[in-house]
């Protein structure tokens, strides 16, 4: 990540991003003690709750994207950055579990719209030889946001009261007026006219596409690693002290903040694409065998594994964003991207959904075997998202010669709709309950 970028739509996007994903930074941190310690949520209560609205997302982020470009992205982004501000700070009055949910699930149908609407104008608005790049970038602007709010969460959580916890959430509510504030100023994206007899849910219908969002979303399992099972693998499994957790955190952290924009290079055509989601797979693979080891081994060397291990995940991570960017920009239709990154995001959500479960039930349920078949699950899929995307580009040509999809980044594409972009949201919000944390980075 290198300063400001020069004047125009990603600096904007830049300035929104970095205001948007301080408010997830507080949400993230204070979602869960909110709605246990203040309103009164059992713990199953609450997980059901965030569960329930995350599938809510999952099922409105198609329909969203086609509303996307109908309308245009610029404008949905905005209205909806708008709508979570009011519904959010409308979270203070929360009292029951039957009153969290009539505020997060209609929370959830407008993050899904605005993640839709995020990818669409950075596809409709950026320069496409420079789409990577910023989407690369907004990523690395995204873990320095998340990481000032949630040390800001910090001192509202010393606290512990019912009155910290509702400045947080204000605060997170402010960060989204502040971001719609911000993309305000940034030229409109006229709606994408389609013929009356074309498909309504386009991405829906392309095979390819969607065998891809799937892969993809299996993938983005590998998230629950550091977020769900490294934790508790560390405490229950490891002779390693628990602040060895933070330690891997900071390293994820950090090391996003610095090499997303380099790792997203090579990847800007679909073949390269490819290559990274195979290096991704093959990555997490000797990460979870590192991880494995780490449980049998003592003192230092244990430290060590855990931190080599971190550095394995931490370079699957960079590869596999890199490589889904690229190829969701790179398939899609050029008057669908709505509903393409709609349908992309749905792999991240799937991810979201299946990783405490899998990466649990794996890693703690099988110890060190678990994570050999975690790896090699991992390297598997990777190989055939490769795969997957030599079927696309085949069909593609054989369908039509003439049109075939726009490449991520191909400068000779047409520039005459590219005058827009948009925030992103934090790339781990968790589920869309919080829409208050917003949607993935990625």
Partial sequence: MRGLPERGPLRLLAAA???????????????????????GLSVTQTGLAFSITALVCLASSAPAGYLTDRIGPRRVLVVALI???IVTSAMT??????SFLILAVPMAVVDAAQRAARGAVIARAVDPAKRLH????????TNVGLAVGTGLAGIGLAFDTRAAYVTLILGNAASFAA????????????????????????????????VFVVFDGMMATHLGLL??????????????PHWTISVLFIINTVGVILFQVRAARGTDQLSGAGRAARRAGLSLLVACAIFSLSGLSHGKLTLGLLIAAACAHLLAELLHSAAGWSISFGLAKADAHGQYQGAYSMGGQLGQLLAPLVVTALTLGWGAPGWLVLGVGFAVVGWSISRVVRWAQTSRAEADPASGPTPASDPTASHAEENDACGERPARAGSAAGSGAGGGAG
Avoid: K
């Fill in 17 to 39: 991003t970095f205001v948007n994903t301080i408010g997830g930074g507080l949400w993230i941190a204070s979602s869960a003690l909110f709605l246990t310690r203040s309103v």
């Fill in 83 to 85: 709508i979570l501000a």
């Fill in 93 to 98: 009055m929360v009292h029951s579990f039957q």
């Fill in 134 to 141: 910023a989407r690369a970038y907004l990523r690395s602007v």
């Fill in 179 to 210: 971001a719609a504030g911000v993309l305000s100023f940034l030229a409109p994206i006229p709606p994408v006219h389609r013929p009356a007899d074309s498909p309504r849910l386009l991405a829906l219908r392309d095979r390819p596409f969607m």
């Fill in 227 to 240: 977020e769900v099972a490294l934790p508790l693998w560390i405490s229950f499994r490891t002779d390693a």
